[in-house]
């Protein structure tokens, strides 16, 4: 049998012969105001995310994010705040509706369904438009996430003094001084000041700043001992006037001599 003897070619009345093949049409078929995505569409991707990494660095170099002391699993009274991307979050646990015995509604309930509607936003509005008023239920979901955000964000962070905190709970450096306990005022600072500042005046991380090192004069520290200072409060030193007196000349002997 020769090749091709007795083959026949039957057509089937099901596929079209004009059918195309699966090639997606060209940008330029589809309606409204399109583009190529390569390379019109991700240059411009590329340029945005390059001027926002750019002002980010900046934004760094200008105002680091202060850091804090190394970790102290023995301090009961430290409070933590998470990053400040997460602030909103910490702020909403703050509301009847959303803590105590509803505070799986604050932790699960609402941020569920506030992603979960940012997630169902393209297949709620998937209209062809891309500006913003033939979007109008994505665009109204996104402005309302970016202003609940920014609100949260804002209203948490107001109520914190970042520099006093970092101030406080920075890395103290260890002591090189000797601390005299023969000296009149370490008897009063043991009393009043040991349990926050450490027996070596060192202070402690997320409770009180060192002793050492500082630049306050004789009346600046008795002030802070009687009216207190940021985190601390007024009235921790309730001894007499001689006691805050000793207590005085006691830490500003022990800074003199850090500073031989």
């Given at each position: 049998m020769h090749k091709?003897?007795?083959?026949?070619?039957v057509g089937d009345s099901r596929v079209s012969a004009e059918r195309k093949s699966q090639i997606p049409k060209d940008y330029s078929e589809y309606p409204g105001r399109t583009e190529a995505?390569?390379?019109?569409?991700?240059?411009?991707e590329w340029l945005v995310g390059a001027v926002f990494l750019v002002g980010f660095l900046c934004l760094t170099l200008a105002h680091p994010s202060p850091l804090e002391g190394m970790a102290d699993p023995t301090n009961a009274s430290y409070i933590p705040l998470p990053d400040w991307y997460f602030l909103f979050l910490y702020e909403l646990l703050k509301y009847e509706f959303a803590s105590g015995p509803y505070v799986l509604i604050g932790i699960l309930g609402i941020p569920g369904l506030a992603f979960g509607a940012l997630l169902l936003a393209p297949f709620?509005?998937?209209?062809?438009?891309?500006?913003?008023?033939?979007?109008?239920?994505?665009?109204?979901?996104?402005?309302?996430?970016?202003?609940?955000?920014?609100w949260l964000t804002y209203a948490s962070a107001e109520h914190v003094d970042w520099e006093?905190?970092?101030?406080?709970?920075?890395p103290v450096p260890p002591s090189e001084v000797q601390i005299d306990t023969d000296h009149a005022g370490y008897a009063v600072y043991e009393s009043s000041c040991l349990q926050c500042h450490g027996d070596q005046l060192q202070g402690t991380s997320g409770v009180a700043p060192t002793l050492i090192?500082?630049?306050?004069?004789?009346?600046e520290i008795a002030k802070i001992a009687r009216e207190g200072i940021n985190s601390m409060p007024p009235n921790m030193f309730t001894g007499s006037?001689?006691?805050?007196?000793?207590?005085?000349?006691?830490?500003?002997s022990v800074n003199e001599q850090g500073e031989e």
């Open positions: 091709g003897k007795g083959m026949k070619f995505f390569w390379p019109n569409f991700l240059l411009k709620l509005d998937n209209g062809p438009g891309r500006r913003p008023h033939q979007r109008p239920i994505a665009v109204i979901m996104m402005l309302l996430a970016l202003v609940s955000t920014i006093a905190r970092a101030e406080m709970n920075k090192g500082i630049e306050y004069s004789a009346e006037d001689e006691e805050l007196e000793q207590l005085v000349d006691f830490i500003i």
